[in-house]
């Protein structure tokens, strides 16, 4: 299986900054047909089903605002809200499509500081 | 618009069976591979078991493998899961997720709000 690694678990980050979340797999996620990363990045506030916000590992779905972005280097993955929101405020989960079975990181929770 | 609605969670005993539903709409539901992915209280997700578009490919966690069984019905835009020989370490909240793209590609665009099964005595 492979195996996804979020960090940190936590953090709280002032309103109008930088929050940076990481993901690292255990093998690559790199599909060759399209030279792209089978990496999905949601966003869970609570009480409320997971959101999408990334896939490709850099792509943004349809209506997620442009603070959010995603990268990668080699198999570590990150994903960057440029300036926090009061509504951003969630756990953020990675998850790579690659290969079943389908495995998440195990969150990461977001806060105001 | 889509609405995905889970039906059919609740308490029931170790050892005991249950079947989940997904009722869907606002999309040709025939066309998209469905998954179920779970969510234990306070914890993260996991996904549970997958299905394409017409039944004949379907996958499943080993956690899960010989006991639950995916299925769906197309013509009632409905998506199922028969879980058999419960455990403790099956309550969760269990989502239906449908994926994104109509072939392959295990992420998910949509979720419904989710069924809670709690397996205790």
């Known amino acids: 299986d492979i195996v996804m690694t979020q960090s940190p678990g936590s953090l709280a980050v002032s309103l109008g900054e930088r929050a940076t979340i990481n993901c690292k797999s255990s093998?690559?996620?790199?599909?060759?047909?399209?030279?792209?990363?089978?990496l999905a990045w949601y966003q869970q506030k609570p009480g409320q089903p997971p959101k999408l916000l990334i896939y490709?590992?850099?792509t943004r779905d349809s209506g997620v605002p442009d603070r959010f972005s995603g990268s990668v280097s080699g198999t570590d993955f990150t994903l960057t809200i440029s300036s926090l929101q009061a509504e951003d405020v969630a756990v953020y989960y990675c998850?790579?499509?690659?290969?079943?079975?389908?495995?998440f990181g195990q969150g990461t929770r977001v806060e105001i500081k | 618009e889509v609405q995905l609605l889970e039906s059919g969670g609740g308490l029931v005993q170790p050892g005991g069976s249950l079947r989940l539903s997904c009722a869907a709409s606002?999309?040709?539901?025939?066309?998209?591979?469905m998954s179920w992915v779970r969510q234990a209280p306070g914890k993260g997700l996991e996904w549970v078991s997958g299905?394409?578009?017409?039944?004949?490919?379907?996958h499943y966690a080993d956690s899960v493998k010989g006991r639950f069984t995916i299925s769906r019905d197309n013509s009632k835009n409905t998506l199922y899961l028969q879980m058999i020989s419960l455990r403790a370490e099956d309550t969760a909240l269990y989502y239906c997720?449908?994926?994104?793209?109509?072939?392959?590609?295990?992420?998910?665009?949509?979720w419904g709000q989710g069924a809670l099964v709690t397996v205790s005595s």
């Open positions: 490709w590992a850099s």
């Open positions: 093998r690559s996620v790199l599909y060759t047909a399209n030279n792209k990363d089978a």
């Open positions: 606002g999309f040709t539901f025939s066309n998209y591979p």
């Open positions: 299905i394409d578009s017409s039944g004949d490919d379907i």
């Open positions: 997720a449908k994926h994104y793209y109509i072939s392959g590609s295990f992420f998910w665009a949509y």
């Open positions: 998850q790579q499509y690659y290969t079943g079975p389908w495995t």
